[in-house]
């Protein structure tokens, strides 16, 4: 690296390398400092904004539509620049789905290096418009800087019907929850990092991480979900605690139920576990109740994930047929019941780990 910004010297570099995906987000407890200092925008139309931490914003437009309006970039998580291209669009993609829309139109933004070779950059590109393409939505522009460290994602519109938003808060008592995707890349990333993963741990990453949350929404929409985000940058326990938060919820996780990506166990063990999960379990702990479980599965259930699944809260007498409509419907991805919601109605979120 060349190190011409004085912005960016060699160890910061160094850093942004080894956090790629989601896991090079800002902490939470960090960045809900940060959100505090901004004015609180209204506006009647607004439907969903960022008090919330929900996945996008959306805006009412008339009675059959709302807009809703998402972007995320981020650094390579894996060395294939098309598939990078790919993970990138898709993990932007799913904030739409993740509100229970259609993404529509999308815009490129796009970091790189100017010594870099720039095919490396069309191929980046190529595997984003791929993805933008498989979810029927259109590319239409972008914009991108010089910059050190690579970076790539999207801002994507989407649309909804304003009855039938997904929110990340309103899951009940006696909801099953439903995660769409295995967990565990982060640390399946960074054990190919350390050239200590097999292949097949990271074929399986990268299959988890390039498959678009489209089906398991389709799925979903269906059913009467109660509350639904995708699983990413905060990890699955991080994720169910802004659930179990926002809506006074009390959720039991029954961990070996969790699927979670071939290996991934094994190297949370030998200790390749991306630092975000550490920042991810310090901002749980207090709503945690992790009995005497091992370590490794909260290195596991606080992993970073990149392009994660869709966790959905889902009422108990539909959870058997959500369940056969989803093993019908060929998902790539693994499909598990993570835990229920306990209570509802309490003061204050909290998550209790069972085996
Ligand atoms: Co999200
Ligand atoms: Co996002």
């Known amino acids: 690296m060349s190190g011409n910004t004085p912005l960016s010297d060699e160890i910061r570099l160094t850093q942004f390398a080894k956090h790629g995906g989601c896991a090079a987000k800002i902490g939470p407890d960090t ?13 009647p139309s607004l439907l969903v904004g960022f008090e919330t931490s929900d996945d996008a914003a959306v805006y009412k437009v008339t009675d059959d539509i709302a807009v809703i309006q998402t972007l995320d970039f981020f650094t390579p998580v894996v060395d294939d620049p098309y598939t990078f291209g790919q993970v990138a669009a898709a993990n932007a993609l799913s904030d739409v789905y993740a509100m229970g829309g ?35 939505a259109v590319l239409v522009g972008g914009h991108s800087i010089q910059d050190d460290v690579p970076k790539y994602g ?19 008592e006696g909801d099953v929850l439903l995660l769409t995707k295995q967990i565990g890349s982060g640390i399946v990333n960074t054990a190919v990092k350390a050239q200590m993963a097999s292949e097949e741990s990271a074929r399986e990453a990268i299959r988890v991480m390039t498959t678009l949350n489209r089906k398991a929404k389709e799925t979903a929409r269906k059913y009467s979900i109660h509350a639904c985000t995708d699983v990413t940058g905060f990890g699955l326990l991080g994720h169910c605690s802004e659930m179990a938060s926002a809506s006074g919820a009390q959720i039991q996780i029954n961990v070996e139920d969790v699927a979670y990506m071939q290996g991934a166990k094994e ?30 599965w909260l290195d596991l259930l606080c992993d970073p994930q990149t392009s994660g699944g869709l966790l959905l809260a889902v009422p108990e007498a539909e959870a058997g047929s959500i369940l056969r409509e989803f ?4 998902m790539v991805t693994e499909v598990s019941v993570v835990g229920r919601v306990e209570k509802s109605g309490c003061e204050k979120g909290r998550i209790c780990l069972r085996k």
């Open 267 to 296: 190297y949370a063990r030998m200790g390749l576990v991306p630092g975000g999960a550490y920042r991810n379990r310090k901002h749980v702990e207090p709503l945690l109740d992790a009995g005497d479980l091992d370590e490794v």
């Open 31 to 43: 960045l809900s400092r940060v959100l505090e200092r901004l004015p609180k925008f209204s506006d």
């Open 154 to 172: 999207l801002a994507v519109t989407g649309f909804v019907h304003p009855d039938k938003i997904y929110k990340n808060y309103g899951c009940r």
């Open 102 to 136: 259609e993404p529509k139109i999308a815009l490129n933004i796009v970091e790189f290096p100017g010594e870099l070779d720039p095919d490396i950059l069309g191929e980046i590109l190529r595997g984003g418009a791929d993805k933008v393409h498989e979810a029927g």
């Open 327 to 330: 093993a019908q419907a060929e």
